[in-house]
């Protein structure tokens, strides 16, 4: 903010724009930010931009006096760009092509300027004076959010000028904003018949036929762009499409073609982060050194080499990578949940919810959430799961989410609840297999309570298939197939039952626990032997 401040002070409106911009993308929920972002735009001529801020500004905070001001000021000059129309003009607008206005009443007759009347408007240039003044317009309603109007006047043009890949494009942009998906994609295709090269239309129909997701037309929009002349840009933005498909070979093979047309460090990092998905973890690793040397922001050339070696299982090279992208950058959300992920994986488990818990400060983001509310099911803080997960699906419905809150409401003996929560998990992912499976098992469990007789003792056999934890030869018959894993998915109480049929000391966390029964497990494997 103080950057951005001082850059707008030495009349370096651009540069200003840019530091704001940052800030709302680091602070998004801060209104002054969106407020000193639309100044910047307006003083840098993007009328659009400022408008969009300070409606931003308003909405993060309705008694913003100062971002109403500054709205209700950019509104007002955008109104008055048209406000000297000539008479021309307004008679162009007030008649729809191929009709004949009705004579006016004499008390509505209003003094005309002199020149050509507006039947006999220069018929050879009618092309341009339609785009001129009935696209202006257009545009005009469209920053007003005044959609419908906007659409109404592009019919007029494109009725007078024909077929014209910018207005249909304009169209599309309108439609698209109505939310008429499917129809705006038609008039990017009709904008591209009208004109194959013309990008905006190309690069907006990839865009409205990913919100419809139609995958077989957004496969051909892809080989478009690969057979266009539009740079890298083009291949890159089909190289997403594939990443998002898991098609990993076709996004790799599209991202080097954009980095031989330019040889970008953002271009290599995202190449780095294919071979991470596609598990070539030395791939990866040659990527993110290449971005060293390049002017890619060092606090996410340091995050992605750090991820390399977490995958590797290589956690203390891990940290030190995450630990120099903090330093580097304090707000890198990235760096401090993936930090969090190795002192999880390390037992510094109360660390590791730290880590997460500034991730999510900085951006709330579910994975940051979900990952602290799955430290704390470790650690048996079930309450405190619960209420994590419910936060992490305020930010956004995950499959994950959904199944790990119920299997912190069933340790809590709420099977009813859990069952719901399990439910949500198979709603949103059918083919999540983990959520199925826990539908399924305590859907089994709560009917077979349901169905035993009230006054039947709690004491009884374990249920078949499952282990009783806490009697000493169970445990002893149990101890030789142990391993760290399965000793993680049980709760802190099935473990202090554990230790205490071993004859260990049943105080402490997990972690000490754990290590306690896999040393007893080593120590009766050398007697053994």
């Known amino acids: 903010m103080n950057k951005g401040s001082l850059l707008y002070e030495l009349g370096k409106y651009d540069e200003a724009l840019e530091a704001f911009t940052h800030m709302t993308q680091m602070r998004p929920e801060l209104p002054k930010g969106w407020y000193l972002r639309g100044l910047a735009a307006k003083k840098s001529g993007n009328v659009s931009q400022a408008k969009a801020s300070f409606e931003q500004a308003l909405k993060l905070d309705h008694e913003y006096a100062d971002a109403r001001i500054a709205l209700e000021e950019?509104?007002?000059?955008?109104?008055?760009?048209?406000?000297?129309?000539?008479?021309?003009?307004?008679?162009?607008?007030?008649?729809?092509?191929?009709?004949?206005?009705?004579?006016?009443?004499?008390?509505?007759?209003?003094?005309?300027?002199?020149?050509?009347?507006?039947?006999?408007?220069?018929?050879?240039?009618?092309?341009?004076?339609?785009?001129?003044?009935?696209?202006?317009?257009?545009?005009?309603?469209?920053?007003?959010?005044?959609?419908?109007?906007?659409?109404?006047?592009?019919?007029?043009?494109?009725?007078?000028?024909?077929?014209?890949?910018?207005?249909?494009?304009?169209?599309?942009?309108?439609?698209?904003?109505?939310?008429?998906?499917?129809?705006?994609?038609?008039?990017?295709?009709?904008?591209?018949?009208?004109?194959?090269?013309?990008?905006p239309a190309l690069f907006n129909l990839q865009t409205a036929v990913k919100a419809i997701n139609d995958r077989e037309r957004l496969a051909k929009v892809d080989d478009l762009l690969r057979e266009s002349k539009h740079g890298w840009q083009a291949r890159m933005a089909a190289s997403l499409d594939a990443f998002d498909i898991g098609d990993y070979r076709h996004a790799l093979e599209d991202v080097d073609v954009a980095l031989n047309l330019e040889n970008l460090a953002a271009l290599e990092n995202y190449r780095?982060?294919?071979?991470?998905?596609?598990?070539?973890?030395?791939?990866?690793?040659?990527?993110?050194?290449?971005?060293?040397?390049?002017?890619?922001?060092?606090?996410?050339a340091c995050n992605n080499a750090g991820v390399v070696l977490l995958k590797k299982g290589e956690f203390e090279k891990a940290s030190v990578e995450f630990d120099?992208?903090?330093?580097?950058?304090?707000?890198?959300?990235?760096?401090?949940?993936?930090?969090?992920?190795?002192?999880?994986?390390?037992?510094?488990?109360?660390?590791?919810?730290?880590?997460?818990?500034?991730?999510?400060?900085?951006?709330?983001?579910?994975?940051?959430?979900?990952?602290?509310?799955?430290?704390?099911?470790?650690?048996?803080?079930?309450?405190?799961?619960?209420?994590?997960?419910g936060q992490s699906l305020k930010v956004a419905e995950t499959a994950e989410a959904f199944n790990n809150r119920g299997i912190a409401l069933e340790r809590l003996g709420k099977l009813d609840e859990a069952l719901v929560e399990f439910k949500e998990a198979v709603r949103v992912s059918p083919k999540f297999k983990d959520a199925l499976d826990n539908v399924r098992r305590v859907g089994q469990k709560a009917a077979t309570i349901e169905a035993q007789p009230k006054e039947q003792s709690i004491a009884g056999p374990a249920p078949p298939g499952e282990e009783v934890i806490g009697e000493k030869e169970s445990v002893e018959a149990l101890l030789p197939t142990v391993t760290e894993s399965f000793l993680r998915g049980k709760g802190k109480f099935e473990l202090e039952a554990m230790c205490e049929a071993l004859g260990l000391d049943s105080k402490g966390t997990r972690a000490d626990l754990i290590v306690r029964i896999m040393k007893a497990k080593e120590k009766r494997k050398k007697k053994r032997e």
């Not at 494109?158 to 939310?179: I, M």
């Open 324 to 389: 120099r992208s903090i330093r580097m950058q304090r707000s890198n959300n990235a760096a401090w949940n993936n930090r969090g992920c190795v002192l999880y994986k390390i037992d510094r488990l109360r660390e590791a919810i730290a880590c997460f818990e500034e991730s999510a400060v900085i951006s709330p983001t579910p994975t940051a959430i979900s990952n602290k509310g799955f430290t704390q099911l470790s650690m048996d803080l079930l309450a405190d799961a619960v209420l994590t997960f």
């Open 272 to 300: 780095g982060l294919i071979r991470l998905e596609a598990g070539d973890l030395a791939g990866a690793s040659e990527s993110f050194e290449k971005t060293r040397a390049l002017p890619l922001d060092p606090p996410e």
């Open 74 to 199: 950019v509104s007002k000059n955008i109104a008055e760009k048209f406000s000297g129309v000539p008479q021309i003009v307004e008679d162009i607008l007030a008649t729809e092509p191929g009709k004949v206005a009705p004579a006016p009443e004499p008390a509505a007759v209003r003094p005309r300027r002199p020149g050509i009347p507006a039947a006999r408007a220069r018929e050879e240039g009618i092309e341009e004076l339609a785009e001129e003044l009935y696209g202006d317009k257009a545009e005009l309603l469209f920053l007003l959010g005044r959609l419908d109007e906007a659409f109404e006047f592009l019919g007029k043009s494109l009725r007078l000028e024909g077929e014209n890949p910018k207005l249909l494009t304009a169209a599309g942009n309108v439609l698209y904003g109505l939310g008429k998906l499917e129809a705006a994609c038609r008039t990017y295709e009709n904008a591209l018949v009208a004109d194959p090269g013309y990008a």
